[in-house]
């Protein structure tokens, strides 16, 4: 089902390329706040604050657009306790991310709103959990190779401009490609019973 929607949404994009092929490109640089927390199951998590920075080109019809981006996106969140009497882990991934979206704006003079949604690869590069002593541990040979999203949101695009967006990522495939009690194994041998799988996925 997601391989089907991510599908349905990659052809979107194509429509979209071949009705902008005519038109130059605009490019620009984004920044930003990220929230973060991490989706597991049965091990709380609070949303901590990162950023995001990067690069997008925009190929663009009256209404139709399609807006490939290169973003730099650094996510942190607090897990756990992961059982009663543990300690809560600070948790911290930095993404190379390429979203690729399908945006339906209305080309207003002053102020143009638009809404999007589209697939998204992450690359994690850097991965970090902190252990007893709140010391950063590198968990990234825990990680899968690859991370897919589906990125929605709006924007408003001022006097052609300057563009304000709020985004949702939602995380379609897991970050973790080895069992969570290993990476807490790995960390700090206090989780030697924590053996269960345990998805990991963010929500940013």
């Avoid at 002053?110 to 590069?125: D, N």
């Avoid at 002593?133 to 949101?153: A, H, I, K, R, T």
């Avoid at 019973?193 to 996925?201: A, G, M, N, Q």
Wanted: with cysteine; glycine share 6%; aromatic share 8%.
């Amino acid at each position: 089902m997601k391989r089907t929607f991510l599908l349905i949404l990659a052809i979107l994009a194509l429509a979209c390329a071949a009705s902008a092929q005519s038109l130059l490109p605009q490019w620009g640089i984004k920044g930003g706040l990220n929230l973060s927390e991490i989706d597991m199951e049965d091990v709380e998590s609070s949303s901590q604050s990162g950023y995001v920075a990067g690069l997008f080109v925009d190929l663009a019809s009256p209404l139709l657009h399609l807006q490939g981006e290169v973003l730099y996106s650094l996510r942190e969140s607090e897990l756990g306790p992961v059982h009663p009497g543990a300690y809560a882990i600070d948790a911290r991934t930095h993404y190379v991310q390429i979203p690729v979206l399908v945006k339906f704006g209305l080309p207003l003079p002053a102020v143009s709103p638009s809404v999007y949604a589209g697939p998204a690869l992450a690359i994690p590069i850097k991965s970090e959990m902190t252990d007893r002593e709140g010391e950063w541990q590198d968990v990234n040979d825990f990680n899968s190779d690859m991370v897919w999203s589906l990125s929605v949101g709006a924007d408003v695009t001022l006097m052609g401009k300057l563009v304000v967006d709020l985004r949702y990522d939602i995380a379609m495939t897991e970050l973790n490609d080895r069992p969570v009690g290993e990476i807490l194994d790995d960390i700090n041998d206090e989780f030697t019973e924590v053996e269960s799988y345990r998805d990991i996925k963010d929500r940013t």
